[in-house]
């Protein structure tokens, strides 16, 4: 036997090797090897096994790690597919596939030492006891009251020693053996199980549809698609307003997929991937008649977590799984449902290679594997809408709050018109800070945002102009007053506050403080409410994994008055007492030179606002802004997604931005910009030669400076390439990529369906 392996680093291939006959039935498509490679002893996957080689020297395999094949044959082929479509080499994807605890040598599970009673054995209890120490029957007496416990649970609650433990052992009494120890993440947590809602008339007709697929397409269960349902039946945009129900909807969809023994995937935002969330499903399926594994697999897990969480799937004794966007490769088998909730969201799209968007990798995966996929926004990207009004999606709509709730009262504060003398503008509009001491009074909880961290976003001086920035990057740096440092929030260069002008020719003592963050947000909060509690939430709060279940908490219970955040609590809570969200400066990423500019304004403020009023009290929302008549403030006050789809989608047309199109990003990068600006011409050159003569509907752009231009010491041009095929193009880019010749220093990144263009 032969077996194809691709190796750990990417070499761009990969290598045959002979199957030593004693590993014959250990090894499978997916296993882990370890093989030689020139001098070294290097790990792999196993792609393929076949019966014969066109080489006719090969080496044989030097050993099978582990007994099961970690990548299933068709995760392994969606890896392929997205070293293809991505223009990245088969080692790269896989390495995504599978997290790094997974992918170690050795097994990575924990163990621990089990105190176990000894049934009828010669220590029973009346013909031993006369025989044990005080101590030892004190500990006896726990021991045969547990039945089984861990040995360091049995010292703590005894106050003994192992060695009292194992004299009970030796008297016959107990057995005291090692036993794996998985790491639950919430196992600590009591979850109370939950039973199904009672759907409002639209959640019941969308529950129906997503049925009937999961029913059309029970038939390819272990054998692939249904040949009866075609693509467009099995993928549903479910676009549903904040509030209305869109997570009983996907707990009632996954109980179908379950009952016909099949596995459910649900993806989540990271910055949305909240306690509740998952608490949830948690709730609804790990306890009960419908009682289930449930899997969780994000960042925020230590690699242990990760590790037992990930062999809890493969080994079939999690059939849910929720988690951020790598947990699209999950290896559930047979799959039904895969669910991606707020699909807008640029998280799903990696930065780095394989830059794959899991909302597109889950699609092809549904539709390879026979799963029906939902994709769930209340405020879709238009990608999907498009999609879904061009019959590729079938589209559900939820367009009224469960309950009878009613969607939140948006007032939009000009903030041009609160500029007050030498201090320029206030930081609350007068009808803000009557809102918030409103709530106050009443005991009821405000959210405010600010899509910004840090005090102030910028060091000035007010002399000479001079403004601090990073040495690295092309931004100014941001201070942060709990360290009374300078940050870039790019390359995370830090430097100590100057207390004077750091011109030479200036060295003006008068410098300056200019724009605002949540920190600064939450120090004036302080000072115009002082006896309001008042928690902060971004990034730099939230510095240990726990963080963000405790303080969401203490939210929930009552304890804090006004949340201050960043976009990490604009979606996915829900918490019935706030009933007032204020959006400090709401058209800061509104002037943005990237063409998603407006939609991400308009999603960000209707999510943002969609926290407001879940409870019994009708919500308000405040929204502060110097350019109050754009459009993407506006439907987003009207709460009218169809409007402003219309409005930006026809802006999109002539330009042929997405939806019209697709967009692939290739990216130059060196210490030295005429280098860089040199090497970017030559690429476009290579473009209109090797690409354009193949694929006349290409439209080029660039080369030119990216909007950041300078980051992390390295400079930045792009060109932007548009086209209708982008399958052709990326296979294309690929080829080109083989035979550019650059300067060692300079490096091309191609990112196919970019999210963001800085």
Known sequence: MIARVTLDFAVGKEFDYVVPEAWAGQIEVGSRVKVPFGPRQVRGWVTALLEASPHPRLRPLTRVLGTRGLVTPKVLELARWIARYYCCPVEVALKSVLPEAVRRETAGWRERLVVRVVEGGVGAPE?????????????????????????QELVRLTGST???????????????????????????????????????????????????????????VGGGPSSESPRASRTFLLHGVTGSGKTEVYLQAMAVALEQGRGAIVLVPEISLTPQTIERFKARFSDGPRRTGVAVLHSHLSAGE????????????????????????????????????????????????????????????????????????????????????????????????????????????????????????????????????????????????????????????????????????????????????????????TEAVPSACPNPACAHPAIRYAGIGTQRVEETLARLFPRARVQRMDSDVLQRKDDYRRLLGEFRAGRIDILVGTQMIAKGLHFPNVTLVGIVYADL????????????TFQLLTQVSGRAGRGEVEGEVVVQAFTPFHSAIQYARRHDFVSFYEEEVEFRRPLGYPPWARIALLTLRGRNEEMVKYAAEHVRREVEAVIAPRLPSLRVAGPAAAPLLRAESYYRYQLMLRTGRMTQLSGLLAELEGRLRLPEKLTLTVDIDPARLL
Request: glycine share 8%; with cysteine.
């Open 127 to 151: 013909a031993g006891a006369r025989k044990l120490t005080r101590r030892q029957r004190e500990v006896w007496h726990v021991v045969e009251e547990r039945r089984e416990l861990p040995l």
């Open 589 to 600: 990423g509104l002037h943005l030179p990237d063409f998603r500019a407006a939609e991400r």
């Open 306 to 493: 990760r590790h037992d969480e990930w062999h809890k799937i493969r080994q079939g004794r999690a059939r849910v799984v929720i988690g951020a966007r790598s947990a699209v490769f999950a290896p559930v088998e047979p799959l039904g449902l895969i669910v991606v909730d707020e699909e807008h969201e640029d998280s799903y799209k990696q930065e780095e290679a394989p830059r794959y968007q899991a909302r597109d990798v889950a699609v092809l995966r549904g539709e390879r594997e026979g799963a029906v996929v939902v994709l769930g926004s209340a405020t879709p990207s238009l990608e999907s809408y498009f999609n879904a009004r061009r019959g590729k999606y079938r589209l559900l709509e939820l367009p009224v709050r469960v309950d009878q709730q009613k969607l939140p009262v948006v007032r939009v504060v000009d903030l041009r018109q609160e500029v007050r003398g030498p201090k320029g503008v206030p930081m609350f509009s007068r009808w803000l800070r009557d809102a918030i001491q409103a709530r106050l009074e009443k005991g009821e909880q405000t959210i405010l945002f600010l899509n910004r961290r840090g005090y102030a976003t910028s060091l000035q001086c007010p002399h000479c102009g001079y403004v601090a920035g990073c040495p690295h990057c092309s931004v100014s740096l941001t201070y942060h007053r709990t360290t009374a440092r300078l940050c870039c929030h790019i390359c995370g260069h």
């Open 162 to 220: 192992p060695d009292t433990v194992r004299r009970l052992e030796d008297k016959g009494l107990v057995h005291i053996r090692a036993q794996v120890a998985e790491r639950d993440p919430y196992g600590a947590e009591t979850i109370l199980p939950t039973e199904p809602l009672a759907l409002e008339a639209h959640q019941a007709q969308a529950l129906a549809e997503i049925r009937a697929a999961l029913e059309a397409t029970a038939g390819g």
